[in-house]
């Protein structure tokens, strides 16, 4: 049974950073597409950042130079590393893992490439 457990979501100021962790069991996430989306209140799903088996990475225009994506495979942990943060930036953010290798570069966004997903952490930025 794979299982995807979000942590580290608080409340900051603008300017501050997060980094969240998604522990994941049940799946070796070294192996797969694996994401990052949020959710702000009366908005779609949105993807966050992306990272591929061999590490190639993608991150949404919005937060390209301040989040980065990254992982630890020993740990089988998944992080999102956040930095000037912005009150648009609050959400509930969600790590998922999808069933393939490769995070297409035309669909890494799209929630229906994502088999496994977490319960999600809320990320509060204040001005």
């Known amino acids: 049974q794979v299982q995807l457990v979000e942590s580290g979501g608080g409340s900051v100021q603008a300017g501050g950073s997060l980094r969240l962790s998604c522990a994941a069991s049940?799946?070796?996430?070294?192996?797969?597409?694996m994401a990052w989306f949020r959710q702000a209140p009366g908005k779609e799903r949105e993807g966050v950042a992306s990272?591929?088996?061999?590490?190639?990475?993608q991150h949404v225009d919005s937060v390209k130079g301040r989040f980065t994506i990254s992982r630890d495979n020993a740990k089988n942990t998944l992080y999102l590393q956040m930095g000037s943060l912005k009150p648009e930036d609050t959400a509930m953010y969600y790590c998922?893992?999808?069933?393939?290798?490769?995070?297409?570069?035309?669909?890494?966004?799209?929630?229906?490439?994502?088999?496994?997903w977490g319960q999600g952490t809320q990320v509060t930025v204040s001005s």
């Open positions: 998922a893992a999808s069933t393939r290798a490769y995070c297409s570069g035309g669909y890494w966004s799209h929630q229906a490439e994502y088999y496994h």
């Open positions: 049940g799946i070796a996430i070294s192996r797969y597409c």
């Open positions: 990272i591929s088996r061999d590490g190639g990475t």
